[in-house]
């Protein structure tokens, strides 16, 4: 397989072309962005940290029956993923209220609740990706009501699965953002982009620390670290 042209460049990763026409590159950058991209700073080792945790994550779920587009690992921060066409959503799951729903819902941050929420975005950053609902997704011609019923589905199902395995590695699963894109051979929906601490807010399940992005955005201590404790205790479950 031979890497070819740069398809696109985001402040946090880059995508290659390759020889074959359904695959291509990601490579994660050490950079990191934040609030709309106001916010921004490169840790040395971020970019490969978060290339094995997502390559964990994704491969758990590919093995679990949820149809992802990792392939395998190439490099240090670069995986092979199928192509796939972008579905410009995130779907946001949320097991307790944190970030920016507890300032929306007027409840302080790790508020507790029996159900799981779901939240959908449109992803676009002009817009500072705007929360939407099924309507407005299905009027602006992004996916059709029966994509977004399988997109809720699945998101749940992944949180079913990472939950738990999170939890094994003393970790506390608060939230996650999941993207999609519909598969360029059968046009299925399958998960893409990347599942890290960078979109998931992850708390130590005994002392609550931050383990995720917020420890960046909140100017706290120590990224890298505790993205490289992710990682090691996730390594330490899957090899169990
Ligand atoms: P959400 O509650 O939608 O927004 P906020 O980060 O403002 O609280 O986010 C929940 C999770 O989704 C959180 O772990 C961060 C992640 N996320 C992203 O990875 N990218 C994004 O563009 C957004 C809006 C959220």
Same mark, same amino acid.
């Given at each position: 397989?031979?890497?070819?042209?740069?398809?696109?460049e985001?402040?946090?990763k880059?995508?290659?072309?390759?020889d074959?026409?359904?695959?291509?590159?990601? =490579?994660?950058k050490?950079?990191?962005?934040?609030?709309?991209?106001?916010?921004?700073?490169?840790?040395?080792?971020?970019?490969?940290?978060?290339?094995?945790?997502?390559?964990?994550?994704l491969?758990?779920?590919?093995?679990?029956?949820?149809?992802?587009?990792?392939?395998?690992?190439?490099?240090?921060?670069?995986?092979? +993923?199928r192509?796939?066409?972008?579905?410009?959503l995130?779907?946001?799951?949320?097991?307790?209220?944190?970030?920016?729903?507890?300032?929306r819902?007027?409840v302080?941050?790790?508020?507790r609740?029996?159900?799981?929420?779901?939240d959908?975005?449109?992803n676009?950053d002009?817009l500072?990706?705007?929360?939407?609902?099924?309507d407005h997704?299905v009027?602006l011609?992004?996916?059709t009501?029966?994509?977004?019923?399988?997109?809720?589905?699945?998101a749940?199902?992944?949180?079913?699965?990472l939950?738990?395995?999170?939890?094994q590695?003393?970790?506390?699963?608060i939230d996650?953002?999941?993207?999609?894109?519909r598969?360029?051979?059968?046009?299925?929906?399958?998960i893409?982009d990347?599942?890290?601490?960078?979109? +998931?807010?992850?708390?130590?399940?005994?002392?609550?620390? =931050?383990?995720?992005?917020?420890?960046? =955005?909140?100017?706290?201590s120590r990224v890298v670290?505790?993205y490289?404790?992710?990682?090691?205790r996730?390594?330490k479950v899957?090899?169990?």
């Open positions: 397989m031979e890497k070819r042209e740069i398809i696109f985001g402040n946090e880059q995508v290659f072309a390759t074959d026409q359904d695959q291509v590159i990601f =490579r994660y050490d950079v990191t962005v934040a609030y709309n991209n106001v916010k921004r700073a490169r840790f040395k080792g971020k970019g490969a940290l978060d290339n094995q945790i997502s390559a964990i994550l491969s758990y779920l590919n093995e679990h029956g949820v149809e992802t587009h990792y392939i395998e690992t190439l490099g240090e921060q670069e995986q092979l +993923c192509k796939i066409e972008i579905i410009p995130q779907v946001v799951v949320h097991n307790r209220i944190a970030g920016s729903l507890a300032y819902l007027g302080p941050e790790g508020f609740h029996e159900n799981v929420i779901v959908l975005r449109y676009n002009e500072e990706d705007p929360f939407i609902n099924r997704a009027a011609g992004l996916a009501y029966q994509e977004l019923d399988r997109m809720y589905d699945i749940r199902r992944v949180n079913e699965l939950k738990p395995l999170f939890l590695a003393g970790i506390e699963l996650m953002k999941l993207e999609f894109g598969a360029s051979d059968s046009g299925a929906i399958i893409s990347e599942i890290s601490p960078d979109t +998931c807010r992850l708390w130590d399940l005994e002392t609550g620390e =931050r383990m995720d992005k917020d420890r960046f =955005r909140l100017d706290l670290e505790n490289r404790n992710v990682l090691e996730l390594q899957i090899k169990s």
